[in-house]
């Protein structure tokens, strides 16, 4: 064997020993990922980098100004976002999660991006003679404050929109200021706000899509007022790491999210359970829409566990602590204590739709009692 052969066995020996050492080290590398991403090991060193990520993460949500902002940390559903029925906007891609938000009712919003002004129309009037046409052009005229649209529709089912698919996105840069939208000679209506969602965490967008409450709230549920059993508008109760607070219509705070609980009763009343500063005790009141205090009971260690309409009044089923157990009570409408807490359970049998009785239960002995 010459001096070349050997010099190649050499270095097919090196070039054989670094692929070895590679292939190890690359196995190496996926286990070790793998354990780190699965928990089962710790390093300190990478459970930090992860704690940086996330609070990073978690303070760009919270201080988000726009939908835009949010854009990053959202996860897409449905196909609000796949498609544009029509856009004068050559870069319409990046706006169409703007109608993701905008939901399935319809309306528009006016949107300010980079400086510029945009309308996002989910355009749901017209059912195109039955199948869903193509908007081939856009007839628009700005009159005073007012818009006038025209659509110029070609009538032609297309059987490839989804179900999800079946509204118009429409996405229009404007050239003037506008306070209404009128889509073929009909008035159409403005898109009101939304409860938005990013990691568990909820916040609420307006009308314009700025971040009108920052997301970092546990919940938010809805809630109708009702008078005279007629539909007035609807609040959020909101839930926060500082406690249960109220929100109106427009998302303006009513209770500000420091509460142990907020409720909504009818006739725009509000039941309030606040903790007692120097007791711990609970404190149920009874507010108006003015926020004047109309009637309030101690209750100790409770809550209110059922809110109980009977022939018109109302009727709060409590719980209380006593001793490590939990008894159940009654209170009327001005928050008297109507049954003291000290049974098991009080339960409520509807007779008829507007009038009923309510039976207690102690050690599974169960005595009915007229609640008139």
């Known amino acids: 064997m010459d001096k070349n052969d050997n010099k190649k066995n050499i270095i097919n020996k090196i070039i054989k020993k670094i692929i070895e050492i590679g292939a190890i080290a690359f196995v190496a590398f996926l286990v070790g990922s ?35 902002d949010l854009f990053p940390f959202m996860v897409s559903t449905g196909s609000y976002d796949s498609g544009c029925w029509y856009s004068d906007v050559k870069d319409y891609k990046k706006f169409l999660k703007v109608f993701q938000f905008m939901g399935e009712y319809g309306g528009y919003t006016i949107f300010t991006y980079e400086g510029e002004r945009y309308l996002a129309v989910v355009y749901t009037e017209e059912n195109y003679n039955g199948g869903f046409g193509r908007i081939r052009n856009v007839k628009r005229e700005y009159s005073g404050n007012n818009l006038r649209i025209n659509f110029d529709i070609e009538h032609k089912t297309y059987s490839d929109r989804t179900a999800d698919d079946r509204r118009a996105k429409i996405l229009i840069k404007l050239e003037e200021n506008i306070d209404h939208l009128y889509i073929n000679g009909t008035r159409y209506r403005e898109f009101e706000g939304q409860v938005i969602k990013v990691d568990g965490k909820e916040g609420y ?66 039941l309030v359970e606040e903790e007692d500063e120097s007791s711990g005790d609970i404190i149920i009141k009874i507010y108006n829409k003015y926020k004047d205090v109309l009637n309030s009971q101690n209750i100790g260690d409770g809550y209110v566990d059922e809110i109980i309409y009977i022939n018109d009044q109302v009727n709060y089923k409590i719980k209380c602590k006593r001793n490590g157990v939990w008894y159940t009570g ?29 039976e207690i239960v102690n050690n599974s002995d169960m005595h009915g009692k007229s609640i008139n």
């Open 330 to 358: 009654l209170l009327g409408e001005n928050l008297e204590v109507a049954i003291e807490p000290c049974y098991e359970d009080i339960q409520v049998v509807y007779t008829v739709p507007d009038s009923g009785y309510y």
């Open 34 to 68: 793998f354990l780190l991403r699965s928990g089962l090991v710790h390093m300190k060193w990478y459970d930090n980098y992860l704690d940086k990520k996330i609070e990073k993460r978690n303070t760009a949500i919270a201080e988000a100004k726009d939908i835009f």
């Open 205 to 270: 967008l307006d009308k314009n899509l700025n971040v009108k409450l920052p997301v970092i709230y546990d919940d938010m549920q809805l809630r109708w007022i009702y008078k005279k059993g007629e539909l007035q508008e609807h609040l959020y109760i909101i839930k926060g790491p500082e406690g249960v607070g109220l929100l109106d219509r427009n998302a303006d705070f009513i209770f500000q999210p420091k509460y142990k609980n907020v409720e909504v009763l009818d006739n725009r009343l509000y």
